[in-house]
């Protein structure tokens, strides 16, 4: 991070004078940005941006509330008005400030081995040519394409009241094609993405080309396919369609910050058998190169494994520091925040369903009738009642235990809770899946994961009945 000034040594004035009021807490958040995306539609470059973000956020905990502010002027005078401003909120006895001495997460990795910010812009306005046209030759029948490219390096040091110092450097790079296939009065879309917290190398095995040719076939697969069939049914949902089951109808229940609230049905349930005994679901912000990983969060704490449910048992929640302090338990290294204009709030970060001992093609062929899920699309959960709705975008039917004719306008219904004590198999395969996550109006880089799973029994929604 460039400063003109260091950081560790402005920090004891700052926090202090974000604690004069009073408060439990003080935290000084620096975060330093450089972007870049490009857009191609219609086989032209729409849009490039490229830019630095710079800025820092400070936070007073008071009797567990919290008082935020944030200036992109970085100053020492500067964050010492900033902090005097939000001290304003708090009230009661000072708490001390420790300076900042030790480091409360590990150093950051060495880094891409491919850094997007040394590649010339050229080089990344020819990965979204080269993606545009092998979709373009891939179908006749594909009529537009629509591929972006986008990377981001991504500085931030936190330092505390607690003397505690923790600093990250983190690299995003992301390519994503849409292709859109049409036949006379029909048109339909496929879509892949590929990505993580890696550099240019992502996209060393996994090309550009391979990208448009699978969002290709995803929209001529959608294009050829029949009504999906309505009614309750099996479904398979193979590792492919990531994790999205896991992160949208298990994950945001298991977030600390609503289970305070009384907002998940997960609540007060630690301990308690709350799926099958071949369920195992993680949250673990360590994996190298994942979309959702860090070595510390935006809390410097550092990032962590967790183990939410175990063979079926509840063992914990999703915590960040406030919520970890209200409920008298440690932070699982979960609290994140879109940019330092945002307060940390308890988010995922790579999540997923452990693999299991079952044939991913023995499930299918065991499955003498239903539904083969390859790819999920968006998805909404009800967090108070587990119920949840989510959108098939690349599925077929199963028939005599094989895949066979794919299906479009299928949909998933069901709820959280019984779904996981339902599943009855699990596969030992496991897909990941990449997103960006929203929540109380920030958005997250996410990974999810899952192996191939059956669930006996599931309402799905679609235009024929069965």
Not at 277 to 304: H, I, N, Y
């Amino acid at each position: 991070m460039k400063l003109d000034f260091d950081p560790a040594a402005a920090a004891p004035a700052v926090l202090r004078a974000a604690l004069a009021r009073g408060g439990d807490f003080a935290e000084l958040y620096l975060e330093d940005v450089v972007h870049t995306a490009v857009t191609l539609d219609a086989a032209r470059i729409e849009r490039i941006t490229t830019g630095v973000d710079r800025g820092a956020g400070i936070r007073v905990l008071h009797r567990l509330k919290t008082a935020y502010g944030y200036t992109s002027e970085l100053s020492p005078r500067a964050l010492i008005e900033l902090a005097g401003a939000v001290a304003q909120a708090a009230r009661g006895g000072l708490k001390a400030v420790h300076p900042p001495e030790r480091s409360a997460a590990p150093p950051p990795s060495a880094g891409p081995r491919r850094d997007p910010l040394a590649a010339p812009l050229g080089l990344k306005v020819a990965l979204c040519r080269r993606a545009d046209a092998r979709a373009r030759a891939w179908e006749k029948r594909i009529h537009q394409v629509t591929v972006r490219y986008g990377d981001a390096r991504r500085a931030v040091v936190c330092m505390n009241s607690l003397g505690e110092w923790a600093q990250d450097d983190r690299v995003q790079t992301l390519l994503s094609v849409t292709a859109v296939a049409g036949a006379g009065a029909e048109i339909t879309t496929g879509y892949e993405s590929i990505g993580g917290a890696c550099g240019l190398e992502v996209l060393d095995g996994d090309t550009p080309e391979r990208v448009a040719e699978v969002a290709s076939r995803r929209a001529m697969a959608n294009l050829l396919a029949r009504p999906a069939p309505a009614g309750r049914m099996p479904v398979v949902l193979a590792a492919s369609a990531g994790g999205t089951m896991v992160h949208e109808a298990v994950g945001h229940g298991l977030e600390a910050d609503l289970i305070a609230d009384g907002l998940s049905i997960y609540q007060g349930m630690i301990g308690q058998v709350v799926g099958t005994p071949l369920l195992t679901v993680l949250d673990d912000a360590t994996l190298p190169g994942r979309r959702g990983s860090f070595s510390c969060d935006d809390e410097g704490t550092p990032a962590q494994r967790t183990v939410l449910i175990e063979n079926g048992v509840l063992r914990g929640y999703l915590h960040d520091r406030l919520s970890a302090w209200k409920a008298g338990a440690r932070s699982t290294g979960n609290g994140r925040r879109e940019s330092f204009r945002c307060r940390p709030i308890v988010r995922m970060s790579n999540t997923m369903i452990a693999p299991g001992d079952d044939d991913p093609e023995d499930i299918v062929r065991s499955t003498e009738r239903g539904l083969f899920v390859r790819q999920m699309g968006g998805g909404q959960v009800e967090t108070v009642s587990g119920n949840f709705v989510f959108e098939v975008t690349e599925g077929y039917l199963i028939e005599k235990g094989a895949v066979s004719d794919p299906v479009r306008g299928a949909t998933l219904t069901g709820n959280g809770p019984e779904v996981l004590r339902g599943i009855d198999r699990v596969g030992r395969d496991l897909g990941f899946g990449i997103g960006t996550c929203g929540k109380d109006g920030q958005s997250v880089a996410v990974a999810d994961a899952q192996p191939t799973l059956r669930i006996p029994e599931l309402v799905v929604g679609g235009r024929q009945g069965t």
